[in-house]
């Protein structure tokens, strides 16, 4: 049997060579649960972390916006662009088809296929099952192998609404928020706060009818903007307009990110990404920390027989948290016995 560090280096070598292979079966390493992956992984990890901070790091960016607005069609025809230009971008989405979808979102890896069979260009999907905040459980792992594979830019497309916005704009460096022209979106993005965490902001579908609407959307958000002070300092947000059917505004775009990125190269990445390691441990743990006590055979089995009793009492749930509660305590800060003797 091979040592596991000899294993995991030739893991981390097969990913560095740029073996598509290689680090497909690494990501799926890191979303692995099972204890002997978990083991590797984090062999592994260690090595893309040590890698990674002697180099010129990439741009990660969070694209975010509602179901349906088109990120998944603007990062197909942004990432052909980014492409041509003579980059590499690695993407990492969420696979809706795995999970009852909205139609809307349906078929997502079609709407990628050019991009899909491109050899300067990644494309992940993680399973729907495994999304929390509104991205995969292991998206931060997961960027950092795109990373030590050395693409140049990084794109975690989020699902979902509300929380996810704040999860995705924790733990990367730039912030892309797609809407579309009409519907209130403009309005409803501004309520929720999201707007504060906007780096960029994508008004697509800047086409066909929806063009005029798109152009008045934009002076909006660039009056509206104003009022915002920036969450990530040094840097401006920024309004673009496009089509990612018909391509138009999508060089402007990328501009735009070459701009963000120029800028995030000139701050110190160091404690950027210190940052949002430091966050990313928080939430890991925390997610660690309730399934772990959720799934404690004292806890299973104390809720099963309350529910029960509730039940059959049509009761209050008031007590039963109580003794869950004070169960949960015993467990984990066990009383001291030597004090009583
Ligand atoms: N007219 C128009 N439709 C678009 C554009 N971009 C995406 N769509 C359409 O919007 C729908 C949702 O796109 P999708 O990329 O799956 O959105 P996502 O859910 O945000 O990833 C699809 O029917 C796309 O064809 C665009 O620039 N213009
Ligand atoms: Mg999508």
């Given amino acids: 049997m091979e040592s596991e560090a000899i294993q995991a280096e030739k893991w981390f070598e097969g990913i560095v060579r740029g073996d598509r292979i290689q680090l497909g079966k690494a990501l799926s390493l890191v979303e692995s649960d099972r204890d002997d992956d978990r083991k590797m992984a984090v062999l592994l990890l260690e090595k893309c972390d040590a890698h990674v901070r002697s180099r010129k790091r990439s741009c990660r960016f969070a694209i975010s916006g509602a179901p349906g607005v088109g990120k998944s069609t603007l990062l197909e025809t942004l990432g052909i662009h980014i492409v041509e230009m003579g980059r590499t971008i690695g993407v990492l989405t969420i696979d809706p088809t795995s999970a009852m979808s909205q ?7 079609s709407r990628m296929s050019k991009l899909a069979v491109s050899s300067k260009a990644f494309i992940r999907s993680s399973a729907a099952g495994q ?3 509104g991205m995969a459980r292991r998206s931060m792992e997961m960027m950092l192998l795109l990373e030590t594979a050395g693409y140049d830019i990084i794109f975690l497309e989020t699902v979902g609404v509300g929380q996810s916005e704040h999860m995705a704009w924790q733990f990367t460096d730039g912030f892309i928020l797609v809407i579309q022209p009409g519907g209130g979106d403009e309005l409803q993005g501004m309520k929720r706060g999201i707007t ?5 902001l994508v008004i697509n579908k800047a086409d066909g009818a929806l063009a005029p609407l798109a152009r008045m959307a934009k002076a909006q958000f660039e009056t509206a903007l104003h009022y915002f002070s920036p969450l990530r300092s040094n840097w401006e947000a920024k309004v673009v307009t496009c089509s990612a059917i018909e391509g138009t505004g999508i060089p402007d775009l990328y501009q735009t990110i070459q701009s963000f990125e120029e800028n995030l190269n000139a701050g110190d990445i160091v404690i950027t990404r210190n940052r949002q390691q430091n966050m990313w441990l928080h939430w890991s743990l925390e997610l660690l920390a309730k399934k772990l ?3 404690h055979p004292v806890i299973t089995q104390k809720l099963e027989t309350v529910k029960a009793k509730l039940q059959e009492s049509n009761g209050s749930p008031f007590r ?3 003794e869950i509660e004070h169960l949960m305590k015993s ?3 066990p009383p001291d016995d030597s004090k009583n003797k």
Avoid: R
């Avoid at 809307?104 to 890896?109: M, P, V, Y």
């Avoid at 504060?196 to 960029?200: K, R, Y």
């Fill in 103 to 109: 139609g809307s979102i349906l078929g997502d890896k």
């Fill in 131 to 133: 999304v929390l905040g």
């Fill in 196 to 200: 504060e965490l906007t780096d960029i």
């Fill in 293 to 295: 006590v959720m799934q």
């Fill in 320 to 322: 039963a948290e109580y």
């Fill in 331 to 333: 467990l984990i800060f």
